[in-house]
């Protein structure tokens, strides 16, 4: 694949040029349990630490990463920018912190000051209450993120998808990125009611999305960039690149794949593309996201 021209290190274009994965995650199972993940066996029930993803980050030419959140807890979040402390390649996090609770702000004055602490997530998708991002508690945080201009990650499903615009109506400031797509039911071939669902979305210009956790939604052992391919078109050309970022999802896609893997299938589910659209979904839409 094409890179864009050679530009010199430091300097502006540079970073703009920078590739970034805009979505993966540490844990250490010595430090915390993750009720979320598989009963054993599974390739997820292991420590994964930086140490591990720099070299796949390096031998594939990106020049960082967005750690996200795995957790419900601040003692993840403060791990989190620890690591990001000590590792130059993680340019950011994405942290929990409790969105509904009346001292939110107390949290964020502490977190806040931290250069590395870029975002918000919540694992919405597993709540019990369909409508919990609506709910008056909740609203009243993600307001309280909205007017320090800290951005939000929406782990959704299809389900999920109109609460996004009665969202954005109620809070216009709030800048918002959909994970994975919205986790359509790829290994089925759940397409036309995501899309019409997704559609809506589209025209709302702080919302952004990630072309990450798609072949965790596919048949882990039987999917190719194929099958990809028509979730990929619809969400470039409705959100455009420069609100479309690429996310690896690791260690979590190692259920159907590799971090190679994921990457050769979002660039070849993106197709022949100008080396400008490519570096914009490869790393400038999550620098200017995030802030990075």
Request: charged content about 20%; glycine content about 6%.
């Amino acid at each position: 694949m094409k890179r864009a021209p050679f530009v010199r290190k430091g300097s502006q274009a540079y970073y703009e040029r920078m590739r970034i994965d805009a979505h993966q995650h540490f844990w250490d199972l010595s430090r915390l349990t993750y009720p979320w993940m598989p009963s054993e066996p599974s390739p997820l029930r292991k420590t994964y630490l930086p140490s591990t993803l720099q070299p796949i980050l390096e031998t594939h030419r990106f020049e960082g990463s967005v750690v996200v959140q795995a957790h419900h807890s601040l003692d993840e979040t403060r791990w989190l920018l620890e690591l990001a402390r000590e590792n130059d390649f993680i340019k950011g996090v994405v942290a929990w912190v409790d969105i509904t609770d009346p001292l939110l702000g107390r949290t964020l004055d502490e977190l806040q000051p931290d250069s590395h602490f870029k975002g918000v997530r919540h694992l919405v998708h597993d709540e019990p209450d369909p409508q919990w991002l609506l709910r008056p508690d909740v609203l009243r945080g993600l307001g309280e993120l909205a007017r320090r201009d800290i951005p939000y990650d929406l782990l959704l499903r299809p389900l999920h998808l109109p609460l996004v615009p009665v969202l954005a109506g109620k809070l216009p400031k709030l800048r918002m990125v959909i994970d994975h797509i919205a986790k359509p039911s790829i290994s089925t071939g759940e397409f036309d009611h995501w899309a019409r669902l997704m559609e809506a979305v589209f025209p709302l210009p702080g919302v952004y999305c990630k072309l990450s956790g798609m072949i965790t939604e596919a048949p882990w052992h039987n999917w190719s960039a194929s099958d990809l391919r028509p979730y990929v078109t619809f969400v470039l050309q409705g959100f455009g690149p420069g609100r479309l970022m690429f996310g690896s999802d690791w260690p979590v896609c190692l259920l159907a794949g590799t971090w190679k893997e994921v990457f050769a299938a979002c660039t070849q589910a993106m197709g022949p593309q100008p080396v400008d659209v490519r570096e914009q979904v490869l790393g400038a839409t999550a620098i200017q996201f995030y802030r990075l």
